[in-house]
């Protein structure tokens, strides 16, 4: 009998289900050591979980480099984007040098992975400064390469530990463009395609309305109340719908598949 | 060869001398990956300050330079210590609004260099529109397509005055020899060799020019580009030389617990900067045990 599934595990299921198949994902460098669970090591293991399942013609780039590698013979626990060991990790081939910036600017790249300090209720997201610009509160990382996750990509998954400050009604300053101030805001910037299409906590999932453009609760992890949801959550807008449904965590095959053959030596999940 | 080339190669202090107060410089490297550590050290010794950095990913090498109150702007995407947090100098200058910043995505500063080695000197873009990194970054403009397609942000190429990167090996004349499967780090180096002939390399080993007849096809910074070649064996430490050795992951953690305060970063410094009077001093407080563990098993020199 399998133990149920972890909430890493419910994760990895839900993003995996989000993946289809002849696309391309891009996974990029993340900081600090809970953020690199979340939004690298989390990802990977349902890359592979979504390759095995449904989508054997998609190709993962994972810290933008390493192509389709073996998950289950990751080298360390992803501390770093680049490094000897990740140099010797078995994989499907190599993307060096510009070229990887080259393939999102062509529009190539269908699914990205974020995060960031504050998401709003818009689905935008900051990783360079809270409060004011000149003067911040707390100065942050700086952009890396979200402004290309939320307009050169198909679609952004958007990975937040579930905290009330990292939920806003609007962040202090936009380094990924969700749907800015609602409805037709991306478009009146120009931005024609891509955007957040969820964003995904260790509490529950929220979808963007297609009309009013609103983060709205779709799903709440087993386990979790919504009262803990909404204790978390900073949004101020009416995010709860009328039904909400509890997350559909993975099958008995798939937490078979995760700890057997995806990740059998737990190096990417804690178990 | 009847008549012998230019000699590049100089002392750590010698090269670092060649960076004047107020210059534009790139220091090479990405994220916690093969930066010219020494070099910076030996510039924090020489005093040398009010510069104007010009980066895409930086960790503590730029870290270290802000801290020590030597970095009057700075042009970048990032400046992180991945694992272990944000860069606490950085943090606490920008902070208390001590620090020009000029900020772009991070294809964006990759490219900005790509496109000084083209000899342009800006390339438009389109994937910061909608964040609000043109609202604050005067230097992020908009231009037209004179073909029809709209508009689009206008970025300057990079044009650093000085390139210093850190490289495995080269000859005495400066041809400089890359392994070759390289990751990003390495790649960009070589872009940013292409920016100026005002370029430093520092290296883990002078190989004989010999070396580099046998491997030609690895001498991708051909001794006509540098100025300068110094030979500083773990001169990335604590960051890392990819294939040489890894990441110092001990050491960067205690930089990010002390850089949070002045004071006990200013400790640091003395430890292992002013209180240490070269390199080699700097590697015998470092330890040969720890600098043993870090080397890469089954790549480095051969």
Redesign the interface.
Known sequence: MTAPATTYEVMAATIARELRDRELWFLG?????ET?LLLTRLPIVAMELAQRTHAPNSWMLVA??IMNPVVGKAPNRM??????????WPCEG?N???T??YI??RHEIDVGFGSAAQVDKYGNCNT??IGP????????????????H???FGREIVIMPHEKRNFVDRVD?????GY?DGPGG?ES???QRGGPCMILTDKAVFRFDEQTRLAMLASIHPGITLDDVVANTGFTHDYIPPEVEVTAGPSAEEVELIRTVVDPDGVMLPR | MSMEPDIKLRSLSEAAALIKDGSRVHFGG????NHPMAFVRELLRQGTKDLTVVSH?SANDVDMLIGAGRVRRLE????????????PC??RA????QLELS??????A??RF?CSARGMPFFP?????????PR?NPDIREVSDPFGS??YHAVSAAEPEWVVIHAPMADKYGNVLFFP?????E??DL?ASRTTRNLIITVEQIVPHERVRELPYLNLIPRFRPTAVVEVPFGAHPC?C??V???D?EHLGHYAKVGREQQSFDEYLETYVYGVKDHDAYLNRIGDAKLTRLR?V??GLQ
């Open positions: 460098m993340s900081t600090g050591p690199i933008g480099w501390e770093s984007e680049f490094g000897n060991a990740l140099g010797e190599y060096n040098s510009l990887m910036s999102a600017a360079v400064a610009y000149e003067r911040p509160k707390v100065r942050l990382v700086g952009p890396i390469n979200q402004p290309g939320f307009s050169l300053f936009i380094s990924g463009a800015l991306r910037v120009g931005l | 990405m994220a916690v990956h990913v970048f995407s990032y400046v992180g210590l991945e694992e272990f947090g944000t860069a950085f943090r920008v902070e208390s609004g900020e772009y995505s991070e294809p964006v990759f490219e790509a873009t389109r994937e910061m529109v909608g964040t609000d990194l604050v709209g508009t499967n390289r990751q990003l780090p790649d960009l872009t890392s990819l294939h050795y890894d990441q992951r890469h089954g790549g």
